[in-house]
C-alpha cells in the first residue's frame, strides 16, 4: 500500500496547507530531518495522501477552504488505520484555549502558532517521527517473532516425526527382531547349537539398538556437554559429521586449555555450530567447512563457520523475512538474547557465519 520505499528507514510526513508559499517554507524547515516530505494542498488531497502511504506525522493549516483542519482530523481518526496518526495543528488564527481544547478533542498530539520557530517544529515533528520509525520497528520485529514461533513449532513437529521413525523402523525392528531370537532360544524344537546363534544374533541386535539410541540421545543433548564441556562436545560433533558425510570439517580453539562457561552459553554455542555444519553439510555444495572459537582478551566470543560451497543467496545474507529458515532465524534469536551479534555473508568461496557473544567473568566457570 505505501508508494515510497521504507528500507532506508525514513518515515512519511504528510503536510497539508492550501498556501502553496507555506508548504515551500514547511519543506525548507523540515529539509534536515531527511525523512520523506509529502505536500498536499487540501482535505481531499491529503486523504489520499494518507491511504497511499504509511504517515508517521500529519502537519496541517487549521483554516483552510471546502475542509477545514478540525474536519479533516476528524475524517482522518473515523478510519481505523489512522487512529494512532500523529496530527500537528498549525494555526495563525484559531490561538485561543478553547480552540487548542477543540484541537486536542479531535486527536491532535499539539497545537503549533504562528510565526512558527524552525527549530521547536523541527524537535516536535522529530519525536513523533521517530516514535512513528520505533512502532513500526516493533511491528515488524513482532511478525517475524511470530513467524519464527510459527515455523519452530513445524521444525520441531518435523523433528518429532523423524525421530519417531527412528525409534519405530530402526529401533522399533531390531528390537522385534532380538524378541523373536530370544524367543527362539526357549523353545525346545531347536538344537542348542541354533540356540547359541540365536542368542549371538540377538546380542548384536540388541548393541545395535543400543548404539542407535546413544546416537539419537547425543545429538538431541551430548552429555558431554554437561559431564565435560564445550571443547569435547564440539569435537565429537564435528568428528562425528566428518565421519557421516563428506564434508571435511575440522575445530580450532582459541586459546587451547579453553575455559568453560554457564551451561546456557555453551548449550547456545553448541547449537550454533550444530546449525551452521548442518546447514553447509545440506546447502552449500562444499567439500569444507571450518569452525573455529575464539574467546578474546576483552571476554567475547567469536565463533565463525566457514565453507568452500556455492555461498548463500542475497536475501539470506540480509536476513530478509520470508528467506531464512528457521534454524538461521533461531540461531539468529539465540544470538540476540544473549546480547551478541550474527553476521552471514559471502566469502568467495563459499558462505561465513560469524557470531560474536559477550562473556563476562559472572559467565564463566574455572576449567574442570
Known sequence: MDTRKRENGKVNILMVDDQPGKLLSYEAILEELNENLIKASSGKEALEQLLKNDIAVVLMDVSMPEIDGFELADMIREHPRFQKTAIIFISAVHLTDMDRVKG???????????????????????????LHRKSRQLEELNQTLRNLSTRLINSQDQERRRIARE???????????????????????????????????????????????????????????????????????VDGLRQRSEIEATLELEP????????????????????????????????????????????????????????????????????????IGGMRQRVKELGGELILRNANPGALLEVVLPASPLAMQSPT
Not at 512558527?116 to 523541527?122: G, I, M, Q
Not at 524367543?183 to 538344537?191: L, Y
Not at 555450530?273 to 545440506?282: D, H, K, P, S
Open 104 to 130: 486536542y478533542q479531535r486527536g491532535a498530539v499539539d497545537y503549533i502558532s504562528v510565526p512558527v520557530v524552525p527549530e521547536l517544529l523541527r524537535a516536535k515533528v522529530s519525536v513523533f517521527a521517530e
Open 167 to 237: 525409534l519405530h523402523d530402526g529401533l522399533g525392528q531390531e528390537l522385534t527382531a532380538a524378541k523373536m531370537m530370544v524367543d527362539a532360544i526357549h523353545s525346545q524344537k531347536d538344537s542348542c547349537s541354533r540356540k547359541d546363534e540365536a542368542a549371538r544374533q540377538a546380542s548384536a541386535l540388541i548393541q545395535t539398538a543400543l548404539l542407535k539410541t546413544r546416537s539419537i540421545s547425543h545429538l538431541l543433548h551430548p552429555p558431554l556437554l554437561d559431564e565435560v564441556g564445550l571443547c569435547s562436545a564440539l569435537q565429537w560433533y
Open 256 to 327: 587451547p586449555d579453553f575455559p568453560r562457561f554457564l551451561p546456557e552459553l555453551e548449550t547456545a554455542i553448541f547449537r550454533i555450530v550444530q546449525e551452521g555444519l548442518t546447514n553447509a553439510f545440506r546447502h552449500s555444495g562444499g567439500s569444507k567447512a571450518k569452525v573455529k572459537v575464539v574467546l578474546s582478551s576483552d571476554r567475547r566470543i567469536f565463533v565463525t563457520i566457514r565453507d568452500d560451497g556455492k555461498g548463500v543467496a542475497p536475501q539470506v545474507e540480509q536476513f530478509r523475512p520470508n528467506s531464512i529458515g528457521v534454524g
